[in-house]
């Protein structure tokens, strides 16, 4: 269901319907308890709830904080990894000219088959699926460097740096397409935990005793947001390669045009 929002959703309409639904669904349940129970409002028991309150507020602050930092981390290891997959075909791209012509042309448009290609599949492979059309051109990329014959020293050392780049090129991609499988966001129970506890904090700040309706109101309004602000920072990072703050095949795009360059 996630990863459909994430997909489908915009992250502005998210963020603004979780806020709309979440503050007006916990206004609604205020105004049928002050109207259902007027002795809250004398705060008889607030004494109690001010011992209470805080103690779920450090606990759903922490447990948040903690999910949304690891999150985030996976976010920036993704990030690292295509970085990492694109610098790679970068510097395969920049040493093709160490070969002769013939052989330079060959290399440079199996490279480009298959960044094109990685590039393309983008959509896909964010949600853990290998498309075969980069997993082919993967392949003849490296019947391309398997076929060079060096004629000196200086292709034979090239040659050398240049299986060993394409070696790394391959460990990034799969490493990706890993990421991309099992970096799923927090499992069900984890949701559950997190519902649960962002009811608690809801309800407490609803049952709180205040005289001022509208101060009351102002006040469970806020943590309403604040609840909702939360909810959507862990949904748009469950999904490193997916949303508005997932990494980008812009690394791979990068190497095409310098692929594609006439001083190439």
């Given at each position: 269901?996630?990863?459909?929002?994430?997909?489908?959703?915009?992250?502005?309409?998210?963020?603004?319907?979780?806020?709309?639904?979440i503050a007006g669904?916990?206004?609604?349940?205020q105004?049928c308890?002050?109207?259902?129970?007027?002795r809250?409002?004398?705060?008889?028991?607030?004494e109690?709830a001010?011992?209470?309150?805080?103690?779920?507020?450090?606990v759903?602050?922490?447990?948040?904080?903690?999910?949304?930092?690891?999150l985030?981390?996976?976010?920036?290891?993704?990030d690292?990894?295509t970085?990492?997959?694109g610098?790679?075909a970068?510097?395969?791209?920049r040493?093709?000219?160490?070969f002769?012509?013939?052989?330079?042309?060959?290399?440079?448009?199996?490279?480009?088959?298959?960044?094109?290609?990685?590039?393309?599949e983008?959509?896909?492979?964010?949600?853990g699926?290998?498309?075969?059309?980069?997993?082919?051109a993967?392949?003849?990329?490296y019947?391309?460097?398997?076929?060079?014959?060096?004629?000196?020293?200086?292709?034979?050392?090239?040659?050398a740096g240049?299986?060993?780049s394409?070696r790394?090129?391959?460990?990034?991609?799969?490493?990706?397409?890993?990421?991309?499988?099992?970096?799923?966001?927090?499992?069900?129970?984890?949701w559950m935990?997190?519902?649960?506890?962002?009811?608690?904090?809801l309800?407490?700040?609803?049952?709180?005793?205040?005289?001022?309706?509208l101060?009351?109101?102002?006040?469970?309004?806020?943590?309403?947001?604040?609840?909702?602000?939360?909810l959507?920072l862990v949904?748009?990072l469950?999904?490193p390669?997916?949303?508005?703050?997932?990494?980008?095949?812009?690394p791979?795009?990068?190497?095409?045009?310098?692929l594609s360059s006439?001083?190439q």
């Open positions: 269901m996630t990863r459909w929002i994430v997909l489908n959703v915009p992250s502005w309409l998210l963020l603004a319907g979780l806020i709309v639904g669904g916990t206004a609604a349940v105004l308890i002050r109207r259902r129970f007027p809250l409002k004398r705060g008889a028991h607030n109690i001010q011992f209470v309150f805080p103690v779920i507020a450090v759903y602050g922490f447990l948040i904080g903690f999910i949304v930092l690891a985030w981390g996976q976010v920036n290891t993704a690292q990894t970085r990492t997959e610098a790679v970068m510097q395969m791209a040493g093709l000219d160490a002769g012509n013939t052989e330079s042309a060959r290399l440079r448009q199996s490279l480009a088959d298959y960044v094109r290609t990685a590039a393309d983008w959509a896909g492979a964010a949600t699926r290998t498309a075969p059309a980069a997993e082919n993967l392949n003849r990329l019947s391309a460097y398997g076929n060079v014959k060096p004629r000196n020293d200086t292709q034979r050392a090239f040659l240049s299986l060993a394409l790394e090129l391959s460990r990034a991609r799969t490493e990706r397409l890993l990421e991309a499988r099992s970096n799923i966001g927090p499992p069900l129970s984890l935990v997190i519902f649960l506890t962002s009811g608690l904090v309800g407490f700040a609803v049952t709180f005793g205040s005289e001022q309706a101060m009351h109101y102002g006040m469970v309004g806020a943590v309403s947001v604040l609840v909702a602000a939360n959507f949904t748009e469950s999904y390669f997916l949303g508005e703050f997932s990494t980008s095949p812009e791979l795009r990068a190497v095409i045009q310098v006439p001083q």
